[in-house]
């Protein structure tokens, strides 16, 4: 299943798609900054690893980060020209490439990586633009708008309050991590019907 929108791409390339394959089951969390998708994520993972789910995350990150220091051999090698650089030990791995071309990560590219390590689950952070499957997270507080009403994509909110959402659209709390890592949980088995955008119909339903 391959699913192409009329926006162009985050990269600036032709227009975002990913192929949405029924044996790898993505889940966007999309919020605005400073609603906490890291801190909750950190407290959903070990929580998920308890149900038995082997969840991989891939998160969007700002200009030139680093996550190895300047002078250690992969550092040098990487700027030296390897692509991509791979480092392992008995412990971890880890694989750096420099993409000066791009203007923003090509996310069908990097899940097309990570699929490799047959994960249960593929826990988007920050690719909000990209067409897939979405729990967006909400914070009255932070005084920013929902975008569920724009983005046919977001199939849940988590909120902090009561919220009216559109037909079709899950309402779930914030603060409950055990439903909310019950309902990630249940994800994969739901993928194969859900991974698609919300019908036109219930879209216009909406508050």
Do not use: Y
């Not at 975002?16 to 906490?36: H, K, Q, V």
Request: glycine share 6%; proline share 11%.
């Amino acid at each position: 299943m391959s699913v192409v929108t009329d926006s162009p791409r985050p990269d600036g390339g032709d227009p975002a798609a990913l192929t949405l394959e029924a044996s790898l089951p993505l889940l966007g969390i999309a919020a605005w900054s400073g609603t906490g998708k890291t801190t909750l994520l950190e407290a959903l993972l070990p929580r998920l690893a308890e149900r038995g789910l082997r969840a991989a995350v891939i998160k969007h990150a700002h200009h030139t980060f680093d996550v190895d220091r300047p002078g250690k051999d992969s550092h040098r090698l990487r700027q030296a020209g390897a692509a991509p650089m791979l480092v392992a030990s008995r412990e971890r791995l880890a694989m750096m490439m420099e993409t000066p071309d791009q203007q923003e990560p090509d996310l069908a590219r990097l899940v097309a990586l990570v699929a490799t390590q047959r994960p249960d689950l593929v826990l988007v952070e920050g690719f909000k633009a990209w067409p897939l499957p979405k729990l967006e997270l909400h914070r009255p507080a932070l005084g920013k708008p929902l975008r569920v009403a724009e983005d046919p994509w977001v199939r849940a909110v988590a909120c902090d309050e009561p919220l009216a959402l559109p037909e079709g659209v899950e309402a779930l709390d914030l603060n409950d991590l055990a439903a909310l890592a019950d309902w990630i949980a249940a994800w994969p088995a739901r993928w194969p019907q859900l991974r698609a955008p919300r019908p036109a119909a219930a879209r216009e339903s909406g508050p």
